[in-house]
């Protein structure tokens, strides 16, 4: 499971740096939005990269307020994409890093 857990989150990290660096004006995909951005900076990915490297280093109550940010967050940027009709598959692949991690914490904690 921590092998798991290690390559989600460096996935998440690492999406997460291409969309930041890399997608300054477009998208390759031409999926992302324009509207999500400040003075250059993908906004949602930003966020995404500090939520998944701070992930490893959240703890018990802090962890599950961190999780619940993560949902409301991929919940709007999913909402917001299918209005603005922006379907990004870099996107829609750091919110499915983030669910798994989460599911994944979720179910060790359940055994």
Not at 28 to 34: A, K, M, Q
Not at 53 to 65: P, R, V
């Amino acid at each position: 499971m921590k092998k798991i857990k290690a390559f989600l989150i460096f996935f998440g990290i690492a999406d997460s740096m291409y969309l930041l660096l890399e997608l300054s004006n477009t998208c390759p995909l031409n999926g992302c939005s324009s509207d999500l951005m400040f003075n250059d900076i993908n906004l949602p990915a930003l966020l995404g990269l500090i939520w998944f490297t701070s992930y490893a280093f959240m703890k018990d109550k802090l962890l599950i307020l961190w999780q619940i940010a993560a949902i409301m967050g991929i919940v709007f940027l999913s909402l917001y994409s299918f209005v603005e009709a922006h379907y990004c598959l870099y996107c829609f692949l750091a919110y499915l890093a983030g669910i798994l991690l989460i599911v994944l914490d979720k179910t060790k904690n359940a055994n």
